[in-house]
C-alpha cells in the first residue's frame, strides 16, 4: 500500500494534536456506566502477498493461522466484491469465538455511486456480511478523499436510514469535513446521534 509513503520519514513531524473535548466525556462515560470496552487489532487484508514472511513456512490456511496472531481483520476484500453467503459461513468458522470481522462497504455504495442511490446496492452486501454473526464487528464505510461536505445530504440520508441493529464506522478522507468547525460539529453530532462511529485515519505522508 502506497497510501502515506514517504521517502525520508525522519523528516515527519510526529506530533499528535490534543484530543477533542467530546474525547475526555465519552472515556468517563464508559466509566461510570461501568460500560464493557475493548481492543481489536488486526490487519487490512490476511493473504501471504500483502503479509510477506509473516506466516511460518508450510502454513495450509492463511486466515486459521493469522487468528491465532490477532483478533480481527479489517475485511478490505468486501470493498471490491461481494461474495457469496457460504464464503463467509467458512470464514466464520475458520476463527475463534473471540474473533471479529470488519468487513468494508462495497466501493458500489461508496465510490461509484458516492451514497447515490445506496438503497439499491446495499442489500446485496448486507446479505452477506451478516453470516458472520456473533463475529460481526463494525461495519466500515470509507468515503472516497474528494467526497467533500457538499455531499452532507447523502451522509444524513444514508446514516439515518441505517439499521440500529448493525454498528457502522464512516471514514471521511476529505479534509474539509474536520478543517471546518461548523461543518465537523454537524458532522459530529449527525454521528453521535445516530450511534455511528467516526474513524480518523493518519500517515506519516
Given at each position: 500500500m502506497k497510501f502515506g509513503k514517504v521517502n525520508n520519514p525522519e523528516n515527519i513531524d510526529f506530533y499528535l494534536c490534543e484530543d477533542h473535548p467530546n474525547t475526555k466525556k465519552t472515556l468517563a462515560r464508559f466509566k461510570e456506566e461501568k460500560l464493557e470496552f475493548s481492543v481489536h487489532v488486526g490487519c487490512a487484508k490476511w493473504?501471504?502477498?500483502d503479509l510477506k514472511n509473516f506466516y511460518p513456512r508450510g502454513t495450509k490456511d492463511?486466515?486459521?493461522?493469522?487468528?491465532?496472531q490477532f483478533n480481527?481483520?479489517?475485511?478490505?476484500?468486501?470493498?471490491?466484491?461481494?461474495?457469496?453467503?457460504?464464503?463467509?459461513?467458512?470464514?466464520?468458522?475458520?476463527?475463534?469465538?473471540?474473533?471479529?470481522?470488519?468487513?468494508?462497504?462495497?466501493?458500489?455504495?461508496?465510490?461509484?455511486?458516492?451514497?447515490?442511490?445506496?438503497?439499491?446496492?446495499?442489500?446485496e452486501y448486507l446479505d452477506g456480511v451478516v453470516h458472520f454473526k456473533d463475529k460481526l464487528g463494525t461495519i466500515f464505510l470509507q468515503m472516497h478523499?474528494?467526497?467533500?461536505?457538499?455531499?452532507?445530504?447523502?451522509?444524513?440520508?444514508?446514516?439515518?436510514?441505517?439499521?440500529?441493529?448493525?454498528?457502522?464506522?464512516?471514514?471521511?478522507?476529505?479534509?474539509d469535513w474536520f478543517n471546518d468547525e461548523v461543518v465537523a460539529e454537524e458532522l459530529y453530532n449527525l454521528l453521535e446521534e445516530n450511534n455511528v462511529a467516526n474513524i480518523l485515519v493518519d500517515t506519516a505522508g
Open positions: 493473504n501471504k502477498q492463511e486466515l486459521v493461522y493469522y487468528a491465532t480481527s481483520i479489517e475485511m478490505n476484500s468486501t470493498f471490491y466484491r461481494n461474495f457469496p453467503i457460504e464464503q463467509f459461513e467458512k470464514w466464520y468458522d475458520k476463527v475463534p469465538v473471540d474473533f471479529k470481522f470488519f468487513p468494508k462497504v462495497n466501493q458500489m455504495v461508496s465510490h461509484m455511486k458516492r451514497l447515490i442511490d445506496f438503497e439499491k446496492f446495499l442489500p478523499n474528494n467526497f467533500g461536505p457538499k455531499n452532507f445530504d447523502r451522509v444524513v440520508a444514508f446514516v439515518e436510514s441505517w439499521s440500529k441493529e448493525l454498528p457502522l464506522a464512516v471514514e471521511f478522507r476529505h479534509t
